[in-house]
């Protein structure tokens, strides 16, 4: 564990050795997170996997980047069949540990096998179709649909809750049981399945012992039914061909199809037609934000050439008064640069401006619009490379990063602050103090600054 501040090593003391950061609290945070992983183990371990679920989130509240519990978590969720939370909480591990991290092989396990990879994903889209066939009222569709989810993914647990429903619904009680006891013992505390079964009126535990007798007395009694149900025959007669048989065989495949063309094709029509319907809508959208942009940056290029052209028009009038006009060669540039998109350009022109120089107004507009929309973003994404650098040790880099960053931004005091630091790690103490300095005199509200009188004491 580094320090959550500054990122450094700790030390077995109390404080940070770098940032002077008082750690004893993450440690308790760490120790009760690491509890919860723990917990969540041992109920993973005797398939308790919806409370191994809650103790892993908690876990992962308490501190995010416990990777052994978000690797154990996306385990628990590939076991209930959610591949899509398994995958994503991986490669939040790895984003959190990109070195030796337990979830490149899971996710290389999964991702090394096209085939299954692509059953994950049509059991996913049959759910999804299943869930909109439900939604309709279309439940025998739904529920061939869910069999066929099953069958691909036989641990997709939220797939049989869902057929248990349609089950249930359409008083097929004896699948809703069967469907709830072989997902039990996937998940042995779900509380969903442990619902249904009390909604069915069934024991929720269920031994081996006890379904392999139901089973025998079910046998039985269909063996006793069978045998009851036909009368002895006497004599042998040979029997007649029947082609009535194959006559109402015949008839049944042709009204299954047509029930099932009639059934089937409204649904496909509709969901066609819907998706049509989207599809046209997003691209029209589409379309009018680009038109919408088109017009805003004709609009724009038009007033900012409207504007040099009248600037060179000034310098023009203006060249018999012995205006040096290589004066606004860089402001001329900078313009240009703009225009064609280019801010980062722009800014590095228009930074060579002195702007107490420019004596016509339009040239000072022109000035100040570019200012406005290139330096601070310019100065903000240095700042971020230059902290980036001081935090990987990189003190001369982040030192002329820096003070790039502030030319561009003279308000960037976060800038000014890490650049006293550098000097400060660096053991510069004269120029470590000449930067304290300065933000205690320019931004003595700011919370930098009462950061470089505590900083400026340790040197002192």
């Excluded at 760490?30 to 809650?54: C, F, H, M, P, Q």
């Amino acid at each position: 564990m580094n320090c959550p501040v500054c990122d450094g090593p700790l030390s077995k003391k109390n404080r940070c050795d770098r940032c002077g950061e008082d750690y004893s609290v993450y440690v308790k945070i760490y120790k009760a997170s690491n509890s919860y992983y723990n917990e969540g183990l041992n109920r993973a371990k005797v398939r308790d996997l919806t409370g191994a679920i809650t103790s892993l989130k908690e876990s992962l509240k308490l501190y995010k980047k416990n990777t052994k519990a978000r690797n154990l978590l996306g385990l628990v969720y590939y076991e209930m069949g959610e591949s899509v939370l398994a995958l994503s909480e991986w490669v939040l591990s790895k984003h959190f540990q990109p070195e030796d991290n337990d979830a490149d092989e899971y996710m290389k396990a999964v991702q090394s096998n096209p085939t299954k990879l692509e059953t994950i994903n049509q059991a996913i889209k049959k759910y999804n179709t299943a869930l909109a066939s439900a939604n309709q009222g279309n439940d025998d569709l739904a529920i061939l649909q869910l069999k066929k989810v099953t069958s691909l993914n036989p641990r997709f647990i939220r797939a049989h809750h869902l057929l248990t429903l349609l089950y249930m619904k359409n008083n097929e009680n004896e699948k809703a049981r069967r469907c709830l006891l072989k997902i039990s013992k996937i998940d042995v505390t779900n509380t969903i399945t442990l619902r249904y079964l009390k909604e069915l009126g069934g024991d929720n535990t269920v031994t081996k012992e006890n379904s392999n007798q139901i089973s025998k007395e079910e046998a039985k009694e269909r063996v006793l039914n069978q045998t009851t149900s036909y009368m002895p025959i006497s004599t042998y007669k040979e029997d007649k061909p029947n082609i009535m048989a194959f006559i109402n065989l015949i008839v049944g495949v042709v009204i299954g199809l047509a029930v099932s063309f009639f059934l089937l094709t409204p649904t496909i029509k509709n969901n066609a037609t819907s998706d049509l319907k989207t599809k046209i809508k997003t691209y029209t959208e589409q379309i009018q934000e680009k038109e919408n942009e088109i017009t805003t940056l004709k609009s724009d290029k038009d007033t900012l050439q409207s504007k040099i052209d009248d600037l060179n028009k000034q310098v023009t009038d203006l060249n018999a008064n012995q205006v040096d006009e290589s004066f606004y060669q860089n402001l001329f540039e900078a313009a240009k640069l703009y225009a064609d998109g280019d801010k980062t350009g722009a800014a590095e022109k228009l930074v060579k401006v002195d702007e107490t120089k420019l004596q016509i107004d339009a040239s000072k507009d022109l000035y100040n619009m570019i200012k406005d929309d290139t330096f601070s973003s310019i100065s903000k994404s240095l700042y971020n490379t230059g902290y980036s650098q001081y935090n990987s040790y990189k003190y001369d880099d982040a030192i002329k990063t820096l003070k790039e960053s502030f030319k561009y931004d003279k308000t960037n005091v976060d800038a000014l602050y890490f650049i006293a630091r550098c000097y400060h790690n660096k053991k510069d103490f004269t120029n470590a103090k000449k930067y304290y300095n300065q933000i205690i005199k320019d931004f003595p509200d700011s919370s930098r600054a009462s950061k470089a009188k505590a900083k400026l004491s340790t040197i002192e």
